[in-house]
């Protein structure tokens, strides 16, 4: 009996020292917490309730959460019913008027003529190189693979997948350069040439600079070096490569995008999701091509190309943004067409067998703006490096590189920016607020930054001593929202969220001295939900998750 009076008597005053510690640590937010662990009878009954039994359940539910997230939400979206929520939360509408609303996008009545068609049919110009290139899907194999390659790491290569652009590698072997443009490049390029693919019966000549009729005739190749031809060459090639792709464009809109037979298989909607401004995107490769082949006209000697370029930065960059950002949702409505819509499929293998697309799939001319804005700059960086440092010229095409860039980096922001709005409205959806007063997710600028599960220490009180448990409980770190839920059956029943990072503060603890959970940490929200301060004891699953959560929830974002 006296031992028990002296065991009774050391947890009193170990539950004291707890005491002390915690209020030392963190104050009155977690008194209540304190006085129900403090009447814990052993050191034993506190460590006993720190059981793991659910933690790999836990870690298997929240796995594939965001996977699982994005199939709720893909669904709805490609039934379109919530996608023009999706564009006007982006703002495209406003900032590129190519991107109009989508409800005038998709009001044409029976028997108006769409302006779309009268715009892609009423091209004027012929250019003078076009059919003396092949499609661009051919004429760059090589260039491709490495645009590829180099954006292996980039946001917008992370979401226009590597199925996306199977239609183009699947052919790398049914095309080749020509042996003259690979020998001359070759001999322009400090690295050695890549193996060439298997040869195939060319459909169209491919011509260098030197080759033209008019340098031939102007005894100029006589009197250059070898330097001055190779950066005649790399400024050709901005010309040759613009009439190759403008061609590939052209099958894209007058084959694929005007046909009727494809139309009539898609809603107005789908049709726009699948082709976007991509017939804008042609009128605006045509007006590049003729003025760089006018100023081809002025001189067979290129002076520059640079400010050439310059000028038509504006409408690369008002096109260019919006129908790559859309690049991800055609890349499902594709997929989805392709399964589900018999008639959509019937209609592109007819299409797609018309000798004039010369083998290449739908999704292959769907993916050429992605591949031509990069190739650009990747062109301006080769002639710069053939140019003389103190030319006139250098100016305009640092600036030029510099500008292209910039087109790029939108391209890669608008894919970013709408892979985060998608993760906001599919959590908005999955959202039950129930009694707290709920607060709207898809808000400008906001972007989930982490989410997982955790387990949270809970004391219950009872008639003689106090029982520590866990619940399961589930949180979102947003940019400028903390959101703290139950998880069930892929749903979140909200129970309190705090602006972040300014009502959300992280505290450690000294768990062993407390017998806690090694990894336990405390989460101190100043303002919660109420407008009072609140505080929870957090247990992550592992060491790894802690240190997450730490950054998480530590950094401002």
């Known amino acids: ?151 292996n790491k980039s946001v917008v290569s992370e979401h226009i997948t590597p199925q996306y652009v199977q239609a183009v590698q699947s052919r790398y072997s049914h095309g080749r350069h020509s042996e003259a443009t690979s020998l001359q490049l070759s001999l322009c390029d400090a690295t050695p040439p890549s193996p060439s693919p298997p040869p195939v019966p060319r459909v169209t000549p491919c011509t260098l600079w030197q080759d033209l009729d008019e340098v031939k005739a102007s005894g100029l190749l006589s009197s250059l070096t070898t330097r001055e031809i190779c950066l005649q060459e790399r400024m050709f090639e901005l010309i040759g490569s613009e009439a190759s792709y403008l061609r590939s464009l052209g099958v894209a809109v007058k084959y694929f995008f005007l046909s009727k037979a494809l139309k009539q298989t898609l809603s107005p909607m789908e049709h726009h999701i699948l082709f976007s401004n991509i017939h804008h995107v042609m009128a605006a490769s045509e007006k590049f091509l003729m003025d760089l082949e006018i100023r081809l006209g002025e001189s067979v000697l290129i002076g520059q190309v640079g400010d050439v370029v310059l000028r038509h930065c504006p409408d690369f960059r008002r096109l260019y943004v919006p129908y790559v950002t859309n690049m991800m949702y055609q890349e499902a409505l594709v997929n989805q067409l392709l399964q589900q819509n018999r008639d959509f499929v019937y209609a592109i293998e007819k299409l797609e067998s018309d000798p004039v697309c010369q083998r290449q799939s739908l999704k292959s001319f769907l993916v050429l703006p992605f591949q031509r804005i990069t190739r650009i700059k990747l062109i301006l960086e080769g002639i710069l490096k053939l140019t003389e440092p103190g030319s006139d010229s250098v100016l305009n095409l640092n600036t030029a590189i510099k500008e292209i860039h910039e087109v790029v980096t939108e391209c890669d922001n608008g894919v970013r920016k709408m892979k985060r709005i998608e993760e906001l409205v599919c959590l908005e959806m999955l959202m039950d607020f129930g009694k707290v007063k709920s607060v709207p997710l898809v808000v400008s600028g906001r972007f989930l930054v982490h989410h997982g599960p955790m387990r949270q220490l809970t004391v219950e009180a009872g008639a003689y001593n106090s029982r520590v448990s866990f619940i399961r409980v589930y949180l979102h770190v947003f940019n400028d929202l903390l959101i703290i839920s139950l998880k069930k059956d892929q749903r979140f029943t909200v129970v309190d969220y705090a602006k972040f990072p300014t009502c959300v503060h992280l505290e450690h603890l000294k768990t062993e001295v407390l017998g806690l959970p090694p990894d336990s940490f405390l989460l101190h929200l100043s303002q919660c939900h109420t407008g009072q301060s609140t505080a929870m004891i957090l247990v992550p699953n592992t060491r790894a998750d802690k240190e997450e959560w730490i950054k998480a929830l530590s950094t401002k974002h």
């Not at 009193?12 to 009447?39: A, E, M």
């Not at 939360?89 to 003529?113: H, R």
């Not at 049919?121 to 059919?131: A, C, D, M, Q, T």
């Open 1 to 151: 009996m006296a031992q028990s009076d002296d065991g009774d008597e050391n947890n009193r005053c170990w539950s004291g020292l707890i005491k002390s510690d915690l209020y030392s640590w963190f104050g009155n937010p977690v008194s209540h917490l304190i006085s129900q662990i403090q009447t814990m009878t052993t050191r034993e009954q506190l460590s006993s309730a720190f059981s793991l039994e659910n933690c790999l359940e836990e870690i298997s539910d929240s796995l594939n959460q965001l996977e699982d997230c994005r199939s709720v939400i893909l669904k709805p979206m490609l039934d379109f019913e919530n996608i023009s929520k999706l564009f006007s939360v982006t703002m495209f509408e406003e900032e590129n008027p190519t991107l109009s609303p989508l409800d005038d996008q998709v009001k044409s009545t029976k028997g108006a003529a769409d302006p779309a068609e009268e715009e892609a049919l009423g091209v004027s110009f012929e250019s003078k190189y076009i059919n003396f290139f092949p499609l661009y899907q051919d004429f760059f194999l090589q260039p491709v693979k490495e645009d590829l390659h180099r954006l």
